[in-house]
């Protein structure tokens, strides 16, 4: 079975540091994909990135990066210069090929000015 | 093209009343999953239906819970005889035929809330 673990429950930074969200995960299948989206106070779920397990190209869009290493069964992601806008709870999610997408327990960030 | 519809955004009830939740997937997405959100944690799936037929329903409580899809018109997911601790955010998710199949994303709605007094 699938499984995601944010072992970050809550991380507070000062604005412009630099700040990386963990993500660990289990599954048995070869192909799958990982997710992350953020819920920020008002509630919805914002998609962020979708990377399939056979692209571990990381990624950077903006001030956000992705690092996915399949040796570690990671997928973490950075914020760089973190801004109070970014004050929200991150999920890590995972999907194996048809089947449900599974999410970790999320990490609260709160980014002080 | 709109997204994932759900309605009611918030729904209040008394504990012992019924509480019904819609959600209308995106146009083409014939896959839908209900997740729950206590307060302070994360989502937690509870089942997965096509049209007609639940998939998976191993997240789903025993009682109380029931969830359909019907072949027209959008999923119900419904509480009876509800209690406090059914207080939570509702969310719905779509994808389209072979879902995973093909990006593995899920398409999710706005949440539904619901508070039990």
């Known amino acids: 079975a699938q499984k995601v673990t944010q072992a970050q429950t809550e991380i507070s930074v000062v604005e412009k540091e630099d700040v990386t969200l963990d993500c660990v995960y289990e599954?048995?299948?070869?192909?799958?994909?990982l997710f992350w989206y953020k819920q920020p106070p008002s509630g919805e779920l914002v998609f962020l990135i979708r990377r399939n397990s056979f692209d571990e190209q990381n990624e950077i869009s903006g001030r956000y990066s992705w690092n996915f290493q399949k040796s570690t069964s990671s997928f973490n992601f950075t914020i760089t210069a973190s801004q109070v806008v970014d004050s929200a709870v991150y999920f890590c999610?995972?999907?194996?090929?048809?089947?449900?997408?599974?999410f970790g327990a999320g990490t609260r960030l709160t980014v002080k000015p | 093209n709109a997204g994932v519809m759900q309605n009611p955004r918030h729904l209040v009830r008394r504990r012992g009343q019924e509480a019904r939740l819609r959600c209308s997937p995106m146009k083409g997405h014939s896959h839908v999953y209900w997740y729950r959100q206590l307060p302070e944690e994360g989502l937690k799936f509870m089942v997965y239906l096509q049209k007609e037929n639940i998939i998976d329903e191993s997240g789903m409580p025993k009682e109380r819970f029931s969830a359909e899809f019907p072949k027209e018109g959008p999923s119900i997911l419904r509480i009876q005889q509800v209690v406090r601790g059914d207080s939570a955010a509702y969310f719905c998710a779509s994808s389209p035929p072979g879902l995973a199949g093909n990006t593995g994303e899920l398409f999710f709605g706005e949440g539904s809330r619901l508070t039990v007094l």
């Open positions: 999610a995972l999907s194996e090929k048809d089947s449900d997408m599974r």
């Open positions: 599954t048995r299948d070869t192909t799958y994909y």
